[in-house]
Antibody, heavy 119, light 111 residues
Framework: QMQLVQSGPEVKKPGTSVKVSCKAS????????VHWVRQPRGQRLEWIGGIVVANGDTDYAPNFHERVTITRDMSTSTAYMELTSLRSEDTAVYYC????????????WGLGTVVTVSS | QSVLTQPPSVSGAPGQTVTISCTGS?????????VHWYQHLPGTAPKLLIY???NRPSGVPDRFSGSESGTSASLAITGLQAEDEAVYFCQSYDSSLSGWVFGGGTKLTVL
């Protein structure tokens, strides 16, 4: 069964960094692209960026490009999203999602990782 | 800011048909970028329902259908069932924002 399993909840202090992982199984990770999307409570989903697994090419949303790094480890079929200089507004549920061939739609999503930024 | 606009909520009785709209602009839907629809139940992973405006992934019932015209798209659900109660959101690409954008989500209540 195709799935993305994300790392557990994080509580961080303002100014620090967080790194969330997303482990793929049940499909060919190397031919996919992985995206990261977040949803603050009560707000709409917001795209953060994505990575083409095969060659590591990344694309970041302008709002995040100075603070985010998306990487992947093909040996473990895992993608990572690191966000730096955290502030309270970064408190949200962070999702990874993958493109598997339904056009450029996000075919499979993870369950989400809650990141809380609080002093 | 270019975003996709959805009604906050819709409702219908079992067996009825509901339609959820997704209104965009000339920099996303109106520019020809595909619209995708997802179903999201609390505590679960969002599920792809419709991709590229009108296509259903394998396993999605044909009660779900999508359409697109101009700067808007719609998701129709026929023969409503209690299990359809969820949040539905649309997605497209926006050229002015250089990235993916999402609708605010529509909560479907089955009466």
């Amino acid at each position: 069964q195709m799935q993305l399993v994300q790392s557990g909840p994080e509580v961080k202090k303002p100014g620090t960094s967080v790194k969330v992982s997303c482990k793929a199984s049940g499909f060919t990770f190397t031919t996919s692209a992985v995206h990261w999307v977040r949803q603050p409570r009560g707000q709409r989903l917001e795209w953060i960026g994505g990575i083409v697994v095969a060659n590591g090419d990344t694309d970041y949303a302008p709002n995040f490009h100075e603070r985010v790094t998306i990487t992947r480890d093909m040996s473990t079929s895992t993608a990572y999203m690191e966000l730096t200089s955290l502030r309270s507004e970064d408190t949200a549920v962070y999702y990874c999602a993958t493109e598997l061939g339904s056009g450029n739609a996000f075919d499979i999503w993870g369950l989400g990782t809650v990141v809380t930024v609080s002093s | 800011q270019s975003v996709l606009t959805q009604p906050p909520s819709v409702s219908g009785a079992p067996g009825q048909t509901v339609t959820i709209s997704c209104t965009g602009s000339s920099s996303n839907i109106g520019a020809g970028y595909d619209v995708h629809w997802y179903q999201h139940l609390p505590g679960t992973a969002p599920k792809l329902l419709i991709y590229a405006n009108i296509n259903r992934p394998s396993g999605v019932p044909d009660r779900f259908s999508g359409s697109e015209s101009g700067t808007s798209a719609s998701l129709a659900i026929t023969g409503l069932q209690a299990e359809d109660e969820a949040v539905y959101f649309c997605q497209s690409y926006d050229s002015s924002l250089s990235g993916w954008v999402f609708g605010g989500g529509t909560k479907l209540t089955v009466l």
